[in-house]
Protein backbone atom coordinates (compact mmCIF):
# COMPACT_ATOMS: atom_id res chain seq x y z
CA UNK A 1 0.00 0.00 0.00
CA UNK A 2 1.61 3.52 -1.04
CA UNK A 3 1.45 6.78 1.16
CA UNK A 4 -1.59 8.10 -0.90
CA UNK A 5 -4.07 5.57 -0.33
CA UNK A 6 -3.12 5.75 3.20
CA UNK A 7 -3.42 9.42 3.37
CA UNK A 8 -6.77 8.84 2.04
CA UNK A 9 -7.81 6.47 4.99
CA UNK A 10 -6.01 8.42 7.68
CA UNK A 11 -6.18 12.09 6.63
CA UNK A 12 -4.74 13.42 10.05
CA UNK A 13 -1.45 11.54 9.94
CA UNK A 14 1.10 14.12 8.02
CA UNK A 15 4.31 11.85 8.70
CA UNK A 16 4.47 8.40 8.28
CA UNK A 17 8.06 8.34 8.60
CA UNK A 18 7.09 9.58 12.27
CA UNK A 19 5.20 6.68 12.75
CA UNK A 20 8.03 4.31 11.25
CA UNK A 21 10.56 6.02 13.55
CA UNK A 22 8.52 5.63 16.51
CA UNK A 23 8.21 1.60 15.29
CA UNK A 24 11.90 1.33 15.60
CA UNK A 25 12.47 3.27 19.00
CA UNK A 26 9.63 0.67 20.30
CA UNK A 27 11.39 -1.95 18.94
CA UNK A 28 14.32 -0.66 20.65
CA UNK A 29 13.51 -0.43 24.19
CA UNK A 30 11.63 -3.62 23.87
CA UNK A 31 14.66 -5.51 22.68
CA UNK A 32 17.17 -3.66 25.01
CA UNK A 33 15.04 -4.16 28.08
CA UNK A 34 13.73 -7.68 27.53
CA UNK A 35 17.68 -8.57 27.14
CA UNK A 36 18.66 -7.02 30.40
CA UNK A 37 15.10 -8.69 32.00
CA UNK A 38 16.24 -11.63 31.24
CA UNK A 39 19.57 -11.47 32.33
CA UNK A 40 18.69 -10.17 35.92
CA UNK A 41 15.31 -12.05 36.19
CA UNK A 42 16.93 -15.67 35.30
CA UNK A 43 19.31 -15.77 38.39
CA UNK A 44 16.77 -14.03 40.74
CA UNK A 45 14.40 -16.42 39.85
CA UNK A 46 16.78 -19.43 40.36
CA UNK A 47 18.06 -18.21 43.89
CA UNK A 48 13.67 -17.96 44.53
CA UNK A 49 13.51 -21.13 43.95
CA UNK A 50 16.94 -22.49 45.33
CA UNK A 51 15.89 -20.62 48.89
CA UNK A 52 11.98 -21.84 48.72
CA UNK A 53 11.07 -24.72 51.63
CA UNK A 54 11.94 -27.87 50.77
CA UNK A 55 14.09 -27.10 47.77
CA UNK A 56 18.10 -27.39 46.92
CA UNK A 57 19.39 -24.76 49.58
CA UNK A 58 16.49 -23.41 51.67
CA UNK A 59 17.38 -20.53 53.31
CA UNK A 60 13.60 -18.81 54.72
CA UNK A 61 14.90 -15.22 55.47
CA UNK A 62 16.48 -15.24 52.74
CA UNK A 63 13.43 -16.45 50.59
CA UNK A 64 11.59 -14.20 52.62
CA UNK A 65 13.47 -11.22 51.91
CA UNK A 66 13.70 -11.92 48.19
CA UNK A 67 9.65 -12.34 47.80
CA UNK A 68 9.41 -9.19 49.93
CA UNK A 69 10.93 -7.42 47.16
CA UNK A 70 9.53 -9.19 44.06
CA UNK A 71 5.90 -8.71 45.48
CA UNK A 72 6.38 -4.59 46.06
CA UNK A 73 8.10 -4.03 42.72
CA UNK A 74 5.06 -6.51 41.09
CA UNK A 75 2.27 -4.07 43.12
CA UNK A 76 3.48 -0.65 41.75
CA UNK A 77 1.78 0.20 38.47
CA UNK A 78 4.21 0.79 36.24
CA UNK A 79 3.95 4.74 34.93
CA UNK A 80 4.16 5.25 38.83
CA UNK A 81 7.52 3.23 39.11
CA UNK A 82 9.18 5.03 35.88
CA UNK A 83 8.35 8.72 37.98
CA UNK A 84 9.70 7.18 40.86
CA UNK A 85 12.68 5.81 39.41
CA UNK A 86 13.42 8.97 37.40
CA UNK A 87 16.65 10.12 39.51
CA UNK A 88 17.51 6.98 39.53
CA UNK A 89 17.60 6.66 36.05
CA UNK A 90 18.90 9.98 35.48
CA UNK A 91 21.92 9.19 37.56
CA UNK A 92 22.41 5.26 35.43
CA UNK A 93 22.02 6.30 32.09
CA UNK A 94 22.49 10.19 32.28
CA UNK A 95 18.90 11.09 30.99
CA UNK A 96 14.98 10.48 32.53
CA UNK A 97 13.68 10.71 29.01
CA UNK A 98 13.31 8.46 25.15
CA UNK A 99 14.57 5.14 24.89
CA UNK A 100 17.82 4.78 27.19
CA UNK A 101 15.72 6.71 29.76
CA UNK A 102 12.97 4.44 29.68
CA UNK A 103 15.11 0.90 29.89
CA UNK A 104 16.41 1.16 33.59
CA UNK A 105 12.45 1.22 34.95
CA UNK A 106 11.60 -1.27 32.32
CA UNK A 107 13.61 -3.45 33.68
CA UNK A 108 13.14 -3.05 37.08
CA UNK A 109 9.25 -3.57 36.73
CA UNK A 110 9.98 -6.68 34.25
CA UNK A 111 12.58 -8.29 36.27
CA UNK A 112 10.41 -9.67 39.38
CA UNK A 113 7.40 -10.54 37.21
CA UNK A 114 9.91 -12.75 35.31
CA UNK A 115 11.84 -13.84 38.16
CA UNK A 116 8.73 -15.58 39.28
CA UNK A 117 7.93 -16.87 36.26
CA UNK A 118 11.22 -18.61 36.16
CA UNK A 119 10.29 -19.76 40.25
CA UNK A 120 7.13 -21.26 38.84
CA UNK A 121 8.77 -23.09 35.24
CA UNK A 122 11.62 -24.79 38.06
CA UNK A 123 9.00 -26.12 40.12
CA UNK A 124 7.16 -27.64 37.30
CA UNK A 125 10.56 -29.77 36.84
CA UNK A 126 10.01 -33.38 38.52
CA UNK A 127 11.42 -34.21 41.76
CA UNK A 128 12.58 -37.10 40.77
CA UNK A 129 14.85 -36.08 38.14
CA UNK A 130 16.65 -33.38 40.84
CA UNK A 131 17.23 -36.48 43.48
CA UNK A 132 18.74 -38.74 40.69
CA UNK A 133 21.35 -36.25 39.75
CA UNK A 134 21.97 -35.64 43.55
CA UNK A 135 22.38 -39.42 43.76
CA UNK A 136 25.30 -39.50 41.23
CA UNK A 137 26.52 -35.88 43.60
CA UNK A 138 25.89 -33.20 41.15
CA UNK A 139 26.45 -29.99 43.26
CA UNK A 140 23.98 -27.35 43.31
CA UNK A 141 25.14 -25.23 40.57
CA UNK A 142 25.73 -28.32 37.90
CA UNK A 143 21.39 -29.27 39.00
CA UNK A 144 20.43 -25.98 37.99
CA UNK A 145 22.84 -25.48 34.65
CA UNK A 146 22.18 -28.73 33.52
CA UNK A 147 19.03 -30.49 34.76
CA UNK A 148 16.61 -27.34 36.04
CA UNK A 149 17.15 -25.25 33.24
CA UNK A 150 17.23 -27.39 30.94
CA UNK A 151 14.37 -29.59 31.61
CA UNK A 152 12.42 -25.92 32.69
CA UNK A 153 13.19 -24.64 29.18
CA UNK A 154 9.93 -24.56 27.18
CA UNK A 155 8.25 -23.29 30.74
CA UNK A 156 11.23 -20.81 30.86
CA UNK A 157 10.45 -19.48 26.74
CA UNK A 158 6.73 -18.81 27.59
CA UNK A 159 7.76 -16.94 30.27
CA UNK A 160 9.71 -15.00 27.86
CA UNK A 161 7.24 -14.54 25.80
CA UNK A 162 4.67 -13.17 28.51
CA UNK A 163 7.14 -11.31 30.04
CA UNK A 164 7.65 -9.38 26.04
CA UNK A 165 4.20 -8.89 25.49
CA UNK A 166 3.70 -7.23 29.22
CA UNK A 167 7.08 -5.14 27.93
CA UNK A 168 4.82 -4.12 24.86
CA UNK A 169 2.41 -2.65 27.32
CA UNK A 170 4.82 -1.39 29.82
CA UNK A 171 6.71 0.95 26.04
CA UNK A 172 2.99 2.30 25.56
CA UNK A 173 2.29 3.57 28.95
CA UNK A 174 6.12 4.85 29.19
CA UNK A 175 4.99 6.95 26.31
CA UNK A 176 2.67 9.67 28.06
CA UNK A 177 5.73 10.74 30.31
CA UNK A 178 8.15 10.87 27.34
CA UNK A 179 9.88 7.46 27.01
CA UNK A 180 9.22 7.88 23.22
CA UNK A 181 7.96 5.04 20.91
CA UNK A 182 4.64 4.02 19.85
CA UNK A 183 2.94 5.07 23.10
CA UNK A 184 4.43 8.31 22.97
CA UNK A 185 3.00 8.99 19.57
CA UNK A 186 -0.09 7.68 20.71
CA UNK A 187 -0.55 10.01 23.21
CA UNK A 188 1.04 13.53 21.78
CA UNK A 189 -0.91 13.31 18.93
CA UNK A 190 -3.68 10.55 19.71
CA UNK A 191 -4.88 11.69 22.94
CA UNK A 192 -3.62 15.73 23.70
CA UNK A 193 -4.45 16.94 20.00
CA UNK A 194 -7.00 14.97 19.25
CA UNK A 195 -6.28 13.35 16.04
CA UNK A 196 -7.81 9.58 16.53
CA UNK A 197 -5.73 8.14 13.55
CA UNK A 198 -2.73 8.00 14.88
CA UNK A 199 -4.03 6.63 18.24
CA UNK A 200 -5.89 3.91 15.80
CA UNK A 201 -2.78 3.35 13.57
CA UNK A 202 -0.82 2.96 16.72
CA UNK A 203 -3.13 0.62 18.46
CA UNK A 204 -3.49 -1.96 15.49
CA UNK A 205 0.69 -1.68 15.29
CA UNK A 206 0.80 -2.56 18.92
CA UNK A 207 -1.49 -5.79 18.52
CA UNK A 208 0.11 -7.12 15.40
CA UNK A 209 3.33 -6.64 17.41
CA UNK A 210 2.15 -8.78 20.37
CA UNK A 211 0.77 -11.43 17.93
CA UNK A 212 4.28 -11.49 16.34
CA UNK A 213 5.70 -12.03 19.70
CA UNK A 214 3.00 -14.73 21.04
CA UNK A 215 3.01 -16.69 17.86
CA UNK A 216 6.58 -17.28 17.53
CA UNK A 217 6.81 -17.64 21.27
CA UNK A 218 4.07 -20.69 21.03
CA UNK A 219 6.15 -21.85 18.18
CA UNK A 220 9.40 -22.21 20.09
CA UNK A 221 7.87 -23.83 23.11
CA UNK A 222 5.81 -26.11 21.01
CA UNK A 223 9.19 -26.82 19.29
CA UNK A 224 11.24 -27.96 22.82
CA UNK A 225 8.12 -29.13 24.46
CA UNK A 226 8.36 -32.00 21.64
CA UNK A 227 12.08 -33.26 22.94
Do not use: H
Not at 86 to 95: D, I, K, R, S, W
Not at 112 to 132: C, H, K, M, S, Y
Not at 139 to 161: D, F, H, M, Y
Request: overall charge positive.
Amino acid sequence: MTVAPLQSLFPNIDDWSEIGQACIDTLLMLGGSLLLTVAVGLPLGVLLYLTGKGQLRPMPKLYAALSLVVNILRSIPFIILMIVLMPLTYVLVGTKLGIRGAIPPLVIGAAPFFARLVETALREVQRGVIEASQAMGASTWQIVRLVLLPEARAGLIAGITVTAIALVGYTAMGGAIGAGGLGDLAYRYGYLSYKSDYMLVTVVLLIVLVQILQMLGDRIVARYSQR
